[in-house]
């Protein structure tokens, strides 16, 4: 599943590319993408209306349309937005293919059909669950270490990769990133929180942001399908140091990598680096 930095490098690329543009139509290859409105009012509503923002919340996409209406996307496992400049034939992936009167083109493609669209307006937003029940932007300026640690504290009994997997705790986190970010700072993935010493929460902050920072530089990770509004693949994937290595060398310490299953993912880790203390 896409996560934050791929999410937010999608953002950036729609924000070049289609704020100002008017859609002239959508063309719904599979209705069940859109959960909101019934199909025929979501082509109806959508067309003539002007792209004024592009936004990200978490995992979830927010194009605010004219007429304070409010696009929302989440491309769950295998969602992508390509950006076509001229008419582009869709793939047997295309679920929903929106038309610019420019006569350049936006593909919602999803080879496991489970990505969802919603057309609502801007005021009803915190009518979508899983949208108003977010937790802060990891990257936020509000999300300070003193934040983090009060987050920590509240949710002592919590295992460190489900508390950081935890939408409704650090929104846009998933299971790639909190494995790095666990790894890089030396922190067993069991971990309760309540466990962490002051220094290893300061750690482990600052370790959180600067690995989504460099996969946002890096385009994302590109281990499945996730590709950037160009059809192309993220980099960060080739500097994976812990995810999907199990049996392969620790980077640190030689140590065969390790995976196990917390809150129901599977989980990489070394078992010398980031050894488990019973504390």
Same mark, same amino acid.
């Given at each position: 599943m896409?996560?934050l930095?791929e +999410?937010?490098?999608?953002?950036?690329?729609?924000?070049?590319?289609?704020?100002?543009k008017?859609i002239?139509?959508?063309?719904?290859?599979d209705k069940?993408a +859109?959960?909101s409105?019934?199909?025929?009012?979501?082509?109806r509503?959508?067309?003539g209306?002007r792209?004024l923002?592009?936004?990200r919340r978490?995992?979830y996409?927010?194009m605010?349309?004219t007429?304070?209406?409010?696009? +929302?996307?989440?491309?769950?496992m295998?969602?992508?937005?390509?950006y076509?400049?001229n008419n582009?034939?869709p793939e047997?992936?295309?679920?929903?293919l929106f038309k610019f009167?420019?006569?350049?083109e936006?593909h919602?493609n999803?080879?496991?059909?489970?990505?969802?669209?919603?057309?609502?307006?801007?005021?009803?937003?915190?009518?979508?669950?899983?949208?108003s029940s977010?937790?802060?932007?990891?990257?936020s300026?509000k999300?300070?270490?003193?934040a983090?640690?009060q987050?920590?504290?509240?949710k002592?009994?919590?295992?460190?990769k489900a508390?950081?997997l935890d939408q409704?705790?650090?929104?846009?986190?998933?299971?790639?990133?909190?494995d790095?970010?666990?790894y890089r700072?030396?922190?067993?993935?069991?971990?309760?929180?309540?466990?962490?010493?002051?220094?290893e929460?300061g750690?482990?902050?600052e370790?959180?942001?600067?690995t989504?920072?460099e996969?946002?530089?890096?385009g994302g990770?590109?281990?499945k399908?996730?590709?950037n509004?160009w059809g192309?693949?993220?980099?960060?994937?080739?500097?994976?140091?812990?995810?999907g290595?199990?049996?392969?060398?620790c980077?640190r310490?030689?140590t065969p990598i390790?995976?196990?299953?917390?809150?129901?993912?599977?989980?990489?880790?070394c078992?010398?680096?980031?050894r488990y203390?019973?504390?």
């Open positions: 896409p996560e930095p +999410v937010e490098t999608i953002k950036r690329g729609l924000q070049r590319l289609v704020t100002g008017i002239s139509e959508a063309h719904l290859f069940r +859109v959960l409105p019934e199909p025929a009012l979501f082509k509503r959508i067309s209306r792209v923002s592009v936004e978490g995992k996409i927010l605010k349309l007429d304070d209406k409010l696009l +929302v996307i989440h491309l769950r295998t969602g992508q937005l390509i076509f400049p582009m034939r047997k992936s295309t679920r929903v009167i420019t006569s350049d936006l919602f999803d080879l496991r059909r489970f990505g969802t669209l919603w057309l609502i307006n801007s005021a009803d937003k915190s009518l979508l669950k899983g949208l977010l937790g802060p932007e990891p990257l300026a999300f300070n270490l003193s983090f640690t987050l920590l504290k509240n002592k009994q919590r295992k460190i508390l950081l409704a705790c650090i929104a846009g986190l998933g299971n790639i990133y909190t790095e970010i666990l700072a030396a922190i067993h993935p069991a971990c309760r929180a309540g466990s962490l010493t002051t220094k929460i750690e482990l902050y370790t959180l942001r600067t989504l920072l996969a946002i530089e890096l990770t590109s281990t399908d996730y590709l509004t192309e693949t993220g980099y960060f994937q080739f500097y994976l140091q812990v995810y290595r199990r049996n392969q060398p980077l310490c030689s390790e995976r196990t299953v917390i809150a129901g993912r599977g989980t990489y880790f078992p010398s680096c980031q203390y019973v504390k």
